[in-house]
């Protein structure tokens, strides 16, 4: 049909309700893919999929598949027949109902058994990892700058955080990306990993992500949420930047190893003044009295360095991510 991309084959997206997966999902399918979209299979009657099934393109190129992280065979299904695989899915557990050993298994041996899958299909060309730049920010080495090189250590994390939800979900990251490329290297399948940073900006989930929600705690007034240590210098990134830099990692030839994805950082102080200045009809604090957590800073800054360099270019501002993100909860009730 003219207007329409060329059918460019079918990939799957592990974790495809979730905020960036359900932006990535969209993504593909504007860009001529059809997708493999895999989710959780629940009781839940009111689990609404909507914002998958209804995105354009999705009645002809989009099949939802149910997979578990703690069932990695139930992902073949999903990957058979794939020429690529984009590994979002990571189990979430921030009230601490699980034991940190629990979540380390469950994500390294899912991960695994999706890897494992990927091999046996014999079709997958490529896997693209989601990481965090939690594998990356922690680490008592006081460096300027961080890149790919630096991992962050996990006895650090314990050490900041002691046992806390963000704890473990960092280590969990950083031991999950490692056992990834290990696992890769050894057996020889392709594997990029992404390390996006605050991902922030528009979503089609039907609910508010946790780091728009967190984002956006001056605007909304949760005091709370933006007096934390670790969110004095916060990196930031578009969604549709991440899910973009996903693909472009795809496609690109000479992609390889792990890729930090992050196009600007602000201080909690000039973020409330470009915010206020912005938006003067919400309650944001004033730059002044949030000038005490200036010494907060815990690592350098995270650079794009080898993302830029393969020729991906950021299109989205610190402007760009809150507008959209704010217009998304307005629409969605949120604000």
Not at 117 to 131: G, I
Not at 168 to 178: F, H, N
Not at 256 to 279: H, M, P, Q
Request: aromatic share 8%; charged share 25%.
């Amino acid at each position: 049909m003219e207007g329409e991309k060329m059918e460019k084959g079918r990939v799957c997206v592990t974790g495809g309700t979730g905020f960036l997966a359900s932006w990535l999902i969209k993504r593909l399918l504007e860009d001529g893919y059809s997708v493999n979209a895999t989710i959780r299979s629940s009781s839940d009657p009111k689990k609404n999929i909507n914002h998958l099934t209804e995105l354009p393109g999705a009645s002809e190129r989009l099949r939802v598949i149910n997979a578990d992280l703690d069932k990695p065979d139930s992902f073949n299904a999903a990957i058979e027949g794939c020429i690529g695989v984009f590994h979002v899915a990571h189990p979430m557990d921030f009230e601490g109902k699980e034991t940190e050993e629990t979540k380390i298994n469950r994500s390294i041996r899912g991960t695994i058994g999706i890897l494992q899958a990927c091999l046996n299909s014999k079709t997958v060309k490529r896997v693209v990892y989601t990481s965090s730049a939690s594998t990356v920010s922690f680490n008592d080495k006081g460096l300027n700058m961080v890149d790919e090189s630096i991992w962050s250590d996990v006895d650090h994390i314990r050490r900041i955080f002691g046992g806390s939800g963000p704890a473990s979900y960092a280590i969990t990251k950083t031991l999950t990306e490692k056992a990834a490329l290990e696992f890769a290297e050894k057996n020889g399948l392709d594997l990029v990993s992404i390390i996006p940073t605050w991902i922030h900006g528009p979503f089609v989930c039907p609910f508010m992500p946790g780091s728009v929600c967190s984002s956006m705690a001056m605007i909304i007034g949760h005091q709370d949420e933006f007096s934390i240590k670790y969110l004095y210098k916060t990196p930031f990134v578009h969604t549709d930047d991440v899910a973009r830099a996903h693909i472009f990692l795809f496609e690109y030839p000479e992609a390889k190893g792990r890729y930090i994805c992050s196009a600007v950082e602000v201080t909690i102080d000039k973020l409330a003044e470009c915010l206020s200045a912005r938006y003067p009809e919400y309650p944001i604090p004033t730059a002044d009295s949030l000038k005490e957590m200036t010494g907060s800073e815990e690592s350098g800054s995270l650079s794009s360095k080898k993302l830029l360099e393969t020729g991906f270019e950021y299109k989205y501002s610190i402007e760009d991510m809150f507008d959209a993100a704010i217009q998304c909860c307005k629409q969605n009730g949120f604000l």
